[in-house]
């Protein structure tokens, strides 16, 4: 379900989870950017197909665009878009489409610039999602936990044991196997050429803070790479997150 955590009158801010993630993921980072000095909206996304529920529509890209575009369009002013992994190449596709809903983005390890050469890799593991479910993708979550701690390793892989097969098939295909995904690098330069808002992308790895840099997002800008985390760095240091996405936000005068 989608939910409001606080305020009104000021920026609202969009939060888009992960592939196999849901909004609860995002319950102690909400509450850090209100500490922080974010005084609302601040709305979590469930996605379709999420194992929260409650939302309509095919567990696609596409069909995820189309449901943040429909939230951001009720509100009364455009939106900070923040968006995890996968939540980060729905983010940039709504800002490539929508920038007039958008105020600025945030991405956190965004799935997007992987290698062409990647494709075969990526559908094996898709025939290995439709055969063995969720399973399938225990050990490649856990590479990416980092310092995270016990409780939030429980949440994330609870959300994914929840996730239906086919959802989370449909999803990496859409994502990067599908004739209209942005996945990897040659489709993502051409998404990424369409932002117009500022941009603070938050990366765990070199590699990927160095093709950010590469796809000359907007003045305003800015691309940082935190050493020493895993895929879900907003997680291990959700205090650090806000504090480096607030005082941003107010460089871009989107928060007082």
């Excluded at 409650?54 to 968006?83: C, F, K, N, Q, R």
């Excluded at 965004?110 to 898709?126: K, R």
Aim: glycine share 10%; aromatic share 6%.
């Amino acid at each position: 379900m989608d939910r409001t955590k606080a305020g009104i009158g000021r920026t609202p801010v969009i939060l888009v989870h992960g592939w196999a993630g849901s909004s609860r993921a995002w319950d102690r980072v909400s509450a850090e950017l209100i500490t922080a000095g974010v005084a609302g909206p601040v709305l979590t996304v469930d996605l379709p197909g999420s194992p929260s529920g409650g939302t309509t529509g095919d567990p696609t890209i596409p069909s995820a665009v189309d449901h943040v575009i429909s939230i951001a369009e009720s509100l009364s002013s455009p939106a900070v878009l923040v968006g995890h992994s996968m939540g980060g190449q729905i983010t940039l596709r709504v800002h490539a489409r929508r920038p007039d809903l958008v105020a600025a983005e945030v991405v956190l390890d965004p799935a997007y610039g992987a290698a062409a050469s990647d494709a075969a890799s990526m559908a094996i593991l898709e025939d290995a999602i439709r055969s063995s479910g969720p399973g399938a993708l225990v050990d490649f979550f856990e590479s990416g936990f980092g310092q995270l701690d016990a409780d939030n390793r429980e949440t994330i892989l609870a959300d994914l044991h929840a996730t239906g097969s086919g959802v989370l098939a449909s999803y990496l295909r859409s994502e990067y196997l599908d004739p209209d995904s942005i996945g990897f690098r040659p489709s993502t330069e051409v998404a990424a050429a369409l932002r117009t808002r500022p941009l603070l992308a938050i990366h765990s790895s070199e590699r990927a803070a160095g093709i950010e840099r590469e796809l000359l997002p907007p003045p305003g800008s800015v691309v940082q790479l935190w050493h020493g985390h895993g895929h879900f760095l907003h997680l291990e240091d959700p205090e650090r997150f806000a504090h480096v996405a607030v005082n941003w936000l107010r460089d871009m005068e989107l928060v007082t």
